[in-house]
């Protein structure tokens, strides 16, 4: 589990496929010495194993399913990445509730600047949309971030400088795909009205459903 607030940027320091998976090989912005093996480590928000250790960074292994889903596929030998180390039961929680499991890509849609800020806009797919509400939490590569506005397929958020400087949300250009992680405390309530339909619950609670696109 993660909170969604980067530590920092590492980078990529080697990749080698094998198969249909590939093994990567990270810097971290923290001490390696503090990465024990076995750990959950977020990078670009998806939640990888530390394998071992190589070149001053850690390996990790990237199945074909977490490849075809998030922006990890796409990576090349000396890229940045967000990374974020496992939330500690007496840590601060900061952001929101990050599990590490992308749910899919989504696409940069405009960059506006607003003062010192940067008004950033999304697009991401209809099954993903209706997850993420106004002045909701979304997680975008890994950044946990408050939702400013939100439509069927869109949404759109406030960088502040800090945000832009520590990880690589400022790195974002037009086009550029990133992965999205929804609240998860949505999919749960989803689940259960779900349930509470299947076993004969009140047709005005489907009604509803309905109405709003469930």
């Known amino acids: ?9 590492g980078e990529v320091a080697a990749l080698k496929k094998r198969g249909e998976e590939v093994r990567f090989t990270f810097l971290t912005p923290f001490p390696i010495g503090e990465v024990a093996e076995g750990e959950s480590i977020a990078v670009e928000g998806a939640c990888l194993t530390v394998a ?5 960074g850690f390996t990790a292994f990237v199945s074909q399913e977490t490849l075809s889903l998030t922006t990890l596929g796409g990576l090349k030998h000396g890229d940045p990445v967000n990374m974020e180390r496992a939330l500690r039961l007496d840590s601060r929680l900061g952001g929101h509730m990050v599990t590490g499991h992308v749910d ?9 600047p607003e003062g010192d800020s940067v008004r950033m806009g999304f697009t991401v797919p209809r099954d993903l949309g ?10 975008v590569n890994g950044v946990s971030l408050t939702v400013n506005e939100a439509g069927p397929k869109s949404f759109g958020v406030n960088l502040i400088p800090h945000t832009m ?18 609240d998860i405390i949505g999919k749960y309530v989803e689940r259960l ?11 005005i609670t489907e009604d509803f459903l309905k109405k709003h696109g469930y």
Do not use: C, W
């Open 165 to 182: 400087k520590v990880t690589t949300l400022g790195r974002l250009k037009h086009g550029s795909p990133v992965n999205i992680e929804t």
């Open 104 to 112: 899919g890509l989504g696409t940069v849609d405009y960059i506006r």
């Open 193 to 203: 009205i779900e349930a509470h339909l299947e076993e004969g619950g009140s047709r």
């Open 52 to 56: 071992g250790f190589e070149r001053q």
């Open 130 to 139: 209706r997850y993420i509400v106004k002045k909701g939490s979304v997680a």
């Open 1 to 9: 589990m993660f909170t969604g607030i980067v530590e920092g940027a």
